[in-house]
C-alpha cells in the first residue's frame, strides 16, 4: 500500500497491511516528520531559507545537527563560453551527534576546504582523529598528516602511489600491487583476482580464491582472514 499527498510526495508506505512509513512536509515539500512501524518517530529541520538539513532527531537514536557554509557558490556547468551558471550546494562545517556517537561528529577548520571546494582538513569531536590532506591540482595525495603524524607520497603518471615515505611500492606489468610500503607482498591469476595477499605470519594464510569458485559479479565478499598479530584482519574481493 503507497499512498501520496495531493502534490505527489510519499505520505504512507504500507506492508502486509500495516503501515511501516508515514511522512509529512512542510509548505516547500521538505520532509519534515517519519513515523515508521516500529513507533519511532524521526523528525527533520532546516536551515533558514534553506534546503539545507539543521538537524535529524529520534529519540532511540540521538540528533545529529549540521552547519553549513554561508555562501553560495555559482559556477559554470562546463568552463566554456556561454554556458549558464548553476548554484551549487554549501560545503559542510560541524556534524554534531549526540548519544553514544557523540564523539563521531567532526569540524572543518578554517581553510578546510581548497578553492576546487575539495575537502583537505577535519576534526573528529573526540579529538582523538585529526587529517589534513595536500592536494594537487589532479587530487592526488602529495602528503597526509594524521594526528601531527606526516606522511609524504609520490604519484606516477597515470596517479599511481610509487612511494610513501620513500619507501616504494612495485606494481605488475597491468597495475597491479605486489609489493606494498609495508612490505606485505600480493600474487594475483590470470583474471585478476588476488590469490596470496600479505606475509605468512601464522601459517594460515593462503589462496582465498579457489580456480573455478563460485563468485557472484557485482558482489564484494570477504574470502579470508589474514592474521596479523593482534587481531585478524579481513581480506576483501571485490569483482
Known amino acids: 500500500m503507497t499512498r501520496y499527498t495531493a502534490r505527489g510526495e ?3 508506505l504500507g506492508y502486509a497491511g500495516d503501515v511501516i512509513d508515514g511522512r509529512t512536509y512542510d509548505d516547500g515539500g521538505r520532509l519534515i516528520s517519519e513515523t515508521l512501524g516500529n513507533g519511532q518517530t524521526v523528525t527533520r529541520t532546516y536551515a533558514t531559507n534553506e534546503n539545507l538539513v539543521a538537524a535529524i532527531s529520534n529519540a532511540a537514536v540521538g540528533n545529529y545537527s549540521y552547519t553549513w557554509e554561508a555562501r553560495l557558490r555559482r559556477r559554470p556547468i562546463r568552463e566554456e563560453p556561454g554556458e549558464a551558471a548553476v548554484v551549487e550546494q554549501p560545503n559542510k562545517l560541524t556534524e554534531t551527534i549526540s548519544s553514544a556517537l557523540s564523539g563521531y561528529g567532526f569540524t572543518v577548520p578554517n581553510g578546510g576546504y581548497d578553492d576546487e571546494d575539495r575537502p583537505v582538513a577535519w576534526n573528529r569531536d573526540d579529538t582523538n582523529l585529526d587529517q589534513v590532506w595536500d592536494l594537487s591540482p589532479v587530487g592526488d595525495w602529495d602528503e597526509f598528516t594524521q594526528n601531527t603524524v606526516v606522511q609524504t607520497r609520490v604519484h606516477g603518471l597515470t596517479h599511481e602511489l610509487l612511494e610513501i615515505d620513500s619507501v616504494p611500492l612495485a606494481y605488475d606489468p597491468r597495475g597491479h600491487l605486489t609489493t ?13 583476482a588476488i590469490l596470496f595477499p600479505g606475509a605468512d605470519v601464522l601459517g594460515g594464510t593462503g589462496a582465498v580464491r579457489e580456480p573455478g569458485s563460485d563468485l557472484v559479479p557485482g558482489r564484494t565478499e570477504r574470502v579470508s582472514n589474514t592474521f596479523h598479530p593482534p587481531r585478524p584482519r579481513p581480506t576483501w574481493h571485490v569483482i
Open 10 to 12: 510519499l505520505e504512507e
Open 180 to 192: 606494498s610500503a609495508n612490505g606485505q607482498t600480493y600474487t594475483w591469476d590470470a583474471d585478476g
